[in-house]
Nanobody, 123 residues
Framework: QMQLVESGGGLVQAGESLRVSCAPSGRTFASYAVGWFRQAPGKEREFVAAISWNGGSTRYADSVKGRFIISRDNAKNTVSLQLYSLKPEDTAVYYC????????????????WGQGTQVTVSS
């Protein structure tokens, strides 16, 4: 059973940047595709970005394309999501998730999840 730990959330103003990271507890990430999802109060959890096991493929939600960048460093066993030009509507709990197969955008396809990290963007 893989446990994931997110870090790096916080409170920023609109237009600022933030970096959130995800690391597995006690296991290596190298064989896993990793996705980032977010959930705002009263809304369903939604796909944000995903990266393949070797970083060769990435995918983004239209709402964050051009503003967020997902990357990974398998040597350091981490996956990061850099958030640029943040907007108040980006406010949510951000979750990372992992799966052994190819990257995916559906929450149900990821068996392993972290507890989430809060990102709050003030206007």
């Amino acid at each position: 059973q893989m446990q994931l730990v997110e870090s790096g959330g916080g409170l920023v103003q609109a237009g600022e940047s933030l970096r959130v990271s995800c690391a597995p507890s006690g296991r290596t990430f190298a064989s896993y595709a990793v996705g980032w999802f977010r959930q705002a109060p009263g809304k369903e959890r939604e796909f944000v970005a995903a990266i393949s096991w070797n970083g060769g493929s990435t995918r983004y939600a239209d709402s964050v394309k051009g503003r967020f960048i997902i990357s990974r460093d398998n040597a350091k066993n981490t996956v990061s999501l850099q958030l640029y030009s943040l907007k108040p509507e980006d406010t949510a709990v951000y979750y990372c998730a992992a799966r052994l197969q190819t990257l995916a955008t559906l929450t149900g396809l990821y068996p392993y999840w972290g507890q989430g990290t809060q990102v709050t963007v003030s206007s």
